[in-house]
């Protein structure tokens, strides 16, 4: 069976500041392991995701997430926040049959 | 990448009526669709897994009879609530797969509002 553990339902940061957002994972079978944002009253747009191959996966608007299997975490992180990145974040994984299973979700707040 | 298109985006209904949902994958065959659910701040709850030509498959706790799913076609799956009540408010969001393994697109989403 496959979950996902979001730690910090809310986290704020500065605007510049790194962004981390922590997500850590259980799966029986090899993961495919997603981040997605998720703007008010909007569907899901995927940042970034893992499948195989390099550990250090980057997406799109200057976010990037490590995959270790050691730890079995998949952590988002931004080097500098921008505004526009307030949204609410969701990390997935995938099991068979493209069944994704969501965590909680990370509120970001970027403070100007 | 593949878009996947809900509609209506928001609807209004009176309690006891049933309001139907569409999502449509606008550019490749979606071999299974996925509904979700979301409450205020809160995560997508897995509602039902559909594909194409079979029955929906429902998670536990979801009430088969309330939540209608039919995924008719390769790029249309329909929910309908029926004889909707102010607790079915929600945001309801689709996703469609191509059966490419990591591969799954979502729709906008649908916010219900069952007066």
């Known amino acids: 069976a496959q979950s996902v553990t979001q730690l910090g339902s809310h986290v704020s940061v500065s605007e510049g500041a790194l962004v981390l957002l922590r997500c850590n994972y259980s799966?029986?079978?090899?993961?495919?392991l997603f981040w997605y944002v998720q703007y008010p009253n909007q569907g899901l747009q995927l940042l970034l995701k893992?499948?195989?191959?390099?550990?250090l996966v980057k997406g799109i608007n200057g976010f990037e997430a490590e995959f270790k299997k050691s730890e079995t975490s998949f952590h988002l992180t931004k080097p500098s926040a921008h505004m526009s990145d307030a949204a609410e974040y969701f990390c997935?994984?995938?099991?068979?049959?493209?069944?994704?299973?969501f965590g909680t979700g990370t509120s970001l707040t970027v403070i100007p | 990448g593949a878009v996947v298109s809900q509609h209506p985006s928001r609807v209004i209904c009176k309690s006891g009526t049933s309001v139907k949902i569409e999502c449509r994958s606008l550019?490749?065959?979606?071999?299974?669709m996925f509904w979700y659910r979301q409450f205020p701040k809160q995560s997508l709850m897995l509602m039902a897994t559909?594909?194409?030509?079979?029955?929906?498959?429902?998670e536990q706790g979801v009430e088969k009879d309330k939540f209608l799913i039919n995924h008719a076609s390769l790029t249309l799956s329909t929910l309908t609530v029926t004889s909707a009540h102010p607790e079915d408010s929600s945001f309801y969001i689709c996703?469609?797969?191509?059966?490419?393994?990591?591969?799954?697109?979502f729709g906008e989403g649908s916010r219900l509002t069952v007066l």
């Open positions: 559909s594909n194409e030509g079979s029955k929906a498959t429902y």
């Open positions: 799966s029986s079978v090899p993961p495919y």
């Open positions: 550019d490749f065959q979606a071999t299974t």
């Open positions: 893992y499948t195989t191959g390099a550990t």
């Open positions: 996703s469609a797969s191509n059966d490419r393994a990591g591969e799954l697109f």
């Open positions: 997935a994984v995938s099991g068979s049959g493209n069944q994704f299973y």
